[in-house]
C-alpha cells in the first residue's frame, strides 16, 4: 500500500536531481559522460560484475556456514583467495590491456567471471574446500580484470 507513494517520491527526486546536474557547472557526475557508449557499457558492466560479485559472496558465505558447519570466522577466512585473486587480476589486467586491448580483456573477464560463478552449480555440501578455495580465486581473478 505504501510502495506506490515511496515510488512515485523515488522518480521525482531522481528527476530532480538529474535535472540538478545536468545544469550545475560542476557537476559530481557529467552525465553526457554516458553518451559514449564505451563508457555506459562498460559502467553498466562492471556495475553487472560487481553485483555478480557481492551477491556470490553473501550467498558462499551462507553456504560455507550452513552446508559445510563453518563459523562465521572460518567462512570470512575461507574467502582470503578473494583479496589475492583481485590484487593478480587487477595488477596483470593492465599490463594485458597494453598488449591486447582494453575490449578484450573486459570482455575475457566478464566471460570468465560468468563461467566462473556457473560451476557452482556443481557444488555439493560433502566436497572439500580446495575447489572452493580455487573458486574464490578464479572468480575474483576475473573480476580483477
Same mark, same amino acid.
Request: proline share 5%.
Given at each position: 500500500?505504501?510502495?506506490?507513494?515511496?515510488?512515485?517520491?523515488?522518480?521525482?527526486?531522481?528527476?530532480?536531481?538529474?535535472?540538478?546536474?545536468?545544469?550545475?557547472?560542476?557537476?559530481?557526475?557529467?552525465?553526457?559522460?554516458?553518451?559514449?557508449?564505451?563508457? &555506459?557499457?562498460?559502467?553498466?558492466?562492471?556495475?553487472?560484475? &560487481?553485483?555478480?560479485?557481492?551477491?556470490?559472496?553473501?550467498?558462499?558465505?551462507?553456504?560455507?556456514?550452513?552446508?559445510?558447519?563453518?563459523?562465521?570466522?572460518?567462512?570470512?577466512?575461507?574467502?582470503?583467495?578473494?583479496?589475492?585473486?583481485?590484487?593478480?587480476?587487477?595488477?596483470?589486467?593492465?599490463?594485458? #590491456?597494453?598488449?591486447?586491448?582494453?575490449?578484450?580483456?573486459? #570482455?575475457?573477464?566478464?566471460?570468465?567471471?560468468?563461467?566462473?560463478?556457473?560451476?557452482?552449480?556443481?557444488?555439493? &555440501?560433502?566436497?572439500?574446500?580446495?575447489?572452493?578455495?580455487?573458486?574464490?580465486?578464479?572468480?575474483?581473478?576475473?573480476?580483477?580484470?
Amino acid at each position: 500500500m505504501l510502495d506506490v507513494p515511496v515510488e512515485t517520491l523515488e522518480l521525482a527526486l531522481r528527476d530532480n536531481r538529474l535535472a540538478w546536474e545536468l545544469r550545475a557547472a560542476a557537476p559530481m557526475l557529467d552525465l553526457s559522460l554516458f553518451r559514449n557508449p564505451r563508457f &555506459s557499457i562498460g559502467s553498466a558492466s562492471i556495475s553487472f560484475a &560487481s553485483f555478480s560479485l557481492f551477491g556470490a559472496i553473501f550467498v558462499l558465505t551462507q553456504f560455507l556456514q550452513f552446508a559445510k558447519d563453518y563459523s562465521p570466522l572460518e567462512a570470512g577466512a575461507a574467502m582470503v583467495p578473494i583479496a589475492f585473486g583481485l590484487m593478480v587480476g587487477a595488477t596483470r589486467s593492465t599490463k594485458a #590491456a597494453e598488449k591486447v586491448g582494453t575490449k578484450r580483456v573486459v #570482455a575475457a573477464g566478464l566471460i570468465g567471471l560468468g563461467a566462473t560463478l556457473s560451476t557452482t552449480l556443481l557444488w555439493t &555440501s560433502d566436497m572439500p574446500y580446495w575447489p572452493i578455495g580455487l573458486w574464490f580465486f578464479g572468480a575474483a581473478l576475473s573480476m580483477g580484470c
